[in-house]
């Protein structure tokens, strides 16, 4: 729907720039990091050099370090940036801190376009408050309405089942039978006329016939010259 492209979609693709950054940051996810103190003191590798049958010396030595940004001490935790490790705590190899700057700053670039694609559809959508515009849909095909074979217009209509055809509330002797989109073989359109019933009604009380005068809304219709014998029809319609 509009309301998915123009809200849901944009912020769905901010989310996952964001968060790209922040997956990025937090490889390998295991929470250790190399420390720089070696001490073997602390480490009982006789077992190990009994089993292995050779001599088993320590050169590397990790430690639990906190990976997720998230729970970083510093003030602006956005964008995520490689200088946001702690200083004796870095995990982040020298490629992957170029990859998370990298998103890092293209999910700023995302939030600053979504930002503005929000304001203008809520600019957009205040005008549109204020000032309607219409916006045609599909070509013009260069055939004029009037030349139509199945031609057809929307008449007022009230259907009722005592009858077989529709009863008509708009005057019809300005109508061209063409412009109805049914036929009744036996009886003429006024036949269906409700205005006339009306008319009829009200015939001699002048004060209500000048306000059954408008009761009626008007319709103005422009033919092309010579398809009708006048250039303007004026119908009443309900």
């Known amino acids: 729907s509009m309301l998915s492209r ?17 997956w990025w940051s937090g490889f390998p996810f295991d929470n250790l990091c190399a420390s720089q103190q070696i001490n073997a003191s602390n480490y009982d590798l006789s077992n190990l050099t009994a089993l292995i049958g050779n001599e088993v010396n320590l050169t590397h030595s990790y430690k639990f370090c906190n990976q997720n940004l998230f729970a970083t001490k510093a ?22 801190e170029k990859i998370v700057t990298y998103y890092s700053w293209t999910s700023v670039a995302v939030l600053f376009l979504v930002f503005l694609r929000l304001l203008m559809n809520v600019l957009f959508f205040i005008k549109s408050l204020f000032h309607k515009k219409y916006d045609p849909t599909g070509d013009d095909q260069g055939i004029n309405f009037s030349n139509v074979a199945s031609i057809s217009t929307y008449i007022p209509q009230v259907i009722n089942p005592k009858f077989s055809y529709p009863l008509i509330v708009c005057k019809t002797e300005n109508i061209a039978d063409e412009l109805f989109d049914w036929n009744d073989p036996d009886r003429p359109f006024e036949y269906y006329n409700l205005t006339l019933d009306t008319e009829e009604v009200l015939r001699g009380n002048e004060a209500i016939n000048d306000r059954y005068s408008n009761i009626f809304s008007k319709v103005k219709h422009w033919p092309p010259q010579g398809w009708l014998s006048r250039s303007t029809r004026n119908l009443t319609c309900s």
Do not use: E
């Open 6 to 22: 123009r809200y849901f979609f944009p912020l769905c693709v901010f989310t996952f720039a964001y968060l790209s950054s922040y």
């Open 75 to 96: 003030k602006l935790k956005f964008p995520f940036r490689p200088s946001m490790q702690p200083k004796d705590a870095t995990w982040m190899t020298p490629d992957q």
